[in-house]
């Protein structure tokens, strides 16, 4: 695939597209490559009177001339090139000529990265023998989208019923010479006066505002351009209206969904402190500073020694808070640019940065040892108050001496600790 491409959004399988079957316009998305359909919304199905996403996906087009593949390859570079193109599309969804406002955008499908485009229809013009004037009038009359036209004051010239009534319930005496029924319409007044004047510096565009409804505050897609008077060709300013409020509310979840598995992924649920798997991220920033300093990186890995008769004890809620404050004492004797991980039952890994020689990480083992030899008390519900007494056995590996990547330096660290274990627990050795 081109490097031209490279910047654009790519829809790995149709999973990713499931919020826009949360959109009432019909969203399709051809593959240029194939030239055939990749996907559609349930709108989009109905639209083509088919019965399942497969019918569309297999759809016939091979009576399509080379004029039409043509278009559609234009459409595609002037996507890639302008980010959007809104223009008429004729289609023939039941062999007869509809014409449509279509928007498209460009983005790269599937594992082989086929361009494609994605449909957008938020309006449908049927040309006949209605004069076009009445037929404009008929479609802002009965479209769905809020459709106005303002002076660039900021008052109304003309809208249609869906806009009338979505702002009904706003006050005209509570309008001035600085507040318009246009900046009312927004959440924040401040902020409609802000895209009134953007508007007309730019000579439109498009913007999602929070905005001030009957139906209560609704996140809107506000399509702005530049018109004239028909009749005293004053420049006006026409406002499309796409209610969002439901997609938003829907990314937003789904982001809150992705950041709290990334949380889950990356901490650890008990301690607080990183997983293993955010410590494999970090590791190479950790690597990669010491080879530029000349410093070696200490890997110690640390496992808790007499915990199984804890939990054998006291129980688990109780392992689990011995845990926890043994989180506490590790972290607090680490500086800042070191880093703690639990990866698992009762062991940790430390990755000490800047050190210069062995004993650097021997000194902070030591510390490490008699700190987490000290008494811990619990209160116990059922038993009161409790002492529980545990130790620590260490072994310590080094980047660059034992290698560069963690899950071989984490490895050798281990051996070097069953080493402890084996000599008597409560003492660290370094990694031959």
């Known amino acids: 695939m081109s490097s031209e491409y490279s910047h654009l959004v790519h829809i790995k399988d149709h999973q990713e597209l499931r919020l826009y079957e949360l959109i009432p316009d019909v969203v399709w998305v051809f593959d240029l490559d194939k030239h055939g359909w990749w996907w559609g919304n349930t709108a989009a199905v109905n639209f083509w009177g088919l019965g399942s996403l497969d019918e569309l996906i297999n759809k016939d ?22 980010n959007l193109t809104i223009d008429p599309w004729t289609t023939y969804p039941d062999g007869k000529p509809k ?59 003309v809208e249609n019923p869906k806009a009338t ?13 600085e507040c318009r029924a246009f900046h009312l319409r927004f959440a924040n007044p401040e902020e409609g006066k802000d895209c009134l004047k953007r508007a007309i510096e730019d000579k439109g565009g498009r913007w999602t505002y929070l905005m001030n409804t009957a139906q209560g505050l609704r996140k809107h897609t506000l ?62 920033l950790f690597f990669a500073k010491a080879v530029r300093n000349q410093e070696k990186v200490a890997v110690l890995f640390l496992d808790l020694d007499g915990f199984k008769k804890v939990n054998d004890t006291w129980g688990h809620s109780v392992g689990d808070r011995v845990l926890v404050e043994a ?15 639990r990866i698992g039952g009762d062991e940790f890994v430390l990755l000490l940065s ?79």
Do not use: W
Not at 327 to 336: K, S
């Open 165 to 177: 009534d979505a702002y009904k319930h706003i006050q005209t005496e509570l309008l001035d010479g």
């Open 327 to 341: 989180a506490r004492r590790i972290t607090h004797l680490l500086r800042r640019s070191d880093q703690a991980a």
């Open 354 to 432: 800047g050190i210069q020689h062995r004993n650097d990480a021997g000194e902070v083992a030591i510390k490490l040892i008699e700190a987490l030899e000290k008494p811990i008390v619990i209160d116990c519900d059922e038993v009161g108050t409790i002492t529980v007494q545990i130790s620590v056995s260490i072994g310590i590996s080094f980047c660059p001496d034992h290698g560069d990547k963690l899950e071989r330096l984490i490895k050798v660290a281990d051996n070097a600790m069953y080493s402890v274990k084996r000599a008597g627990k409560a003492d660290y050795m370094y990694a031959p």
């Open 223 to 284: 399509d702005i351009r530049i018109s004239r008077h028909p009749l005293s060709g004053e420049f006006l300013i026409l406002m499309a209206e796409y209610d969002v409020t439901e997609l938003h509310d829907a990314l937003e979840k789904a982001e809150d969904v992705q950041n709290e598995l990334r949380r889950m992924a990356h901490y650890d649920a008990l301690t607080g402190l990183p997983s293993l798997y955010f410590l494999l991220e970090q590791a190479e």
């Open 99 to 157: 014409t449509l406002y279509m928007k498209h955008r460009a983005c790269l499908l599937g594992p082989e990265r086929h361009r494609g485009i994605i449909a957008f229809i938020n309006e449908e013009v049927n040309l006949g023998e209605t004069p076009e004037n009445l037929l404009l009038v008929e479609a802002m009359r009965y479209t769905t989208v809020l459709v106005t036209s303002f002076s660039f004051s900021g008052d109304v010239i």
């Open 61 to 82: 087009l091979s009576g399509d001339t080379q004029g039409a593949k043509d278009r559609t390859l234009q459409t595609f570079e002037l996507a890639v090139k302008n």
